[in-house]
Antibody, heavy 119, light 108 residues
Framework: EVQLVESGGGFVKPGGSLRLSCAAS????????MSWVRQAPGKGLEWVGR??????????DYAAPVKGTFTISRDDSKNTLYLQMNTLKTEDTAVYYC??????????WGQGTLVTVSS | EIVLTQSPGTLSLSPGERATLSCRASQSVSSSFLAWYQQKPGQAPRLLIY???SRATDVPDRFSGSGSGTDFTLTISRLEPEDFAVYYCQQYGSSLYTFGQGTKLEIK
């Protein structure tokens, strides 16, 4: 059974940093392209970024609103995906979902972790 | 960036009725790159349709997707009580992914 379990969410002040983790199991994480998607309270879904498998280069792409401030990384030895979020703004408040990207769609989702940015 | 516009914003129907949800793209989208998701309150989204018309694992056959170019449709043939939720379309293009704003399907 595929499982994606996010952690690391919480309350942070504007300008602060936070690192989210996503523990993956039930599939070959090493070969997987992974992604983060977020959802602000009461709003729709917004893609944050994706990271390729190491075999496909291991590089990441980001949505415009987070480019330069968020960094996606992976530790294949731990089957874990990360999202480092710096210079956080109030508009970054959202539930952050870890997803397994298969083809061009987000096939499996974690339960999400809430990040609240407020003074 | 390709913008996806979903209509209607809210759809009020009764169980047993047919639901037709629309997703229009600001530029042509390859059918391979179009997906639909269902989200219920307090839950993560669930993939329903990928490649515009292929059902994901364990998705009932009352859900179907169609369309091409800039116009795509999600059809639920006969609504069950558990189908009332928010539905999102999503596309991939130029290394970017975008979602529509969602259609809320509510019980009439």
């Amino acid at each position: 059974e595929v499982q994606l379990v996010e952690s690391g969410g919480g309350f942070v002040k504007p300008g602060g940093s936070l690192r989210l983790s996503c523990a993956a199991s039930g599939f070959t994480f090493t070969n997987a392209w992974m992604s983060w998607v977020r959802q602000a309270p009461g709003k729709g879904l917004e893609w944050v970024g994706r990271i390729r498998s190491k075999a496909d280069g291991g590089t990441a792409d980001y949505a415009a609103p987070v480019k330069g401030t968020f960094t996606i990384s992976r530790d294949d030895s731990k089957n874990t995906l990360y999202l480092q979020m710096n210079t956080l703004k109030t508009e970054d408040t959202a539930v952050y979902y870890c997803t397994w990207l298969i083809g061009f769609s987000f096939r499996y989702w974690g339960q999400g972790t809430l990040v609240t940015v407020s003074s | 960036e390709i913008v996806l516009t979903q209509s209607p914003g809210t759809l009020s129907l009764s169980p047993g009725e047919r639901a037709t949800l629309s997703c229009r793209a600001s530029q042509s989208v390859s059918s391979s790159f179009l997906a639909w998701y269902q989200q219920k309150p307090g839950q993560a989204p669930r993939l329903l349709i990928y490649g515009a018309s292929s059902r994901a694992t364990d998705v009932p056959d009352r859900f179907s997707g169609s369309g091409s170019g800039t116009d795509f449709t999600l059809t639920i043939s006969r609504l069950e009580p558990e189908d009332f939720a928010v539905y999102y379309c999503q596309q991939y293009g130029s290394s970017l992914y975008t979602f529509g704003q969602g259609t809320k399907l509510e019980i009439k």
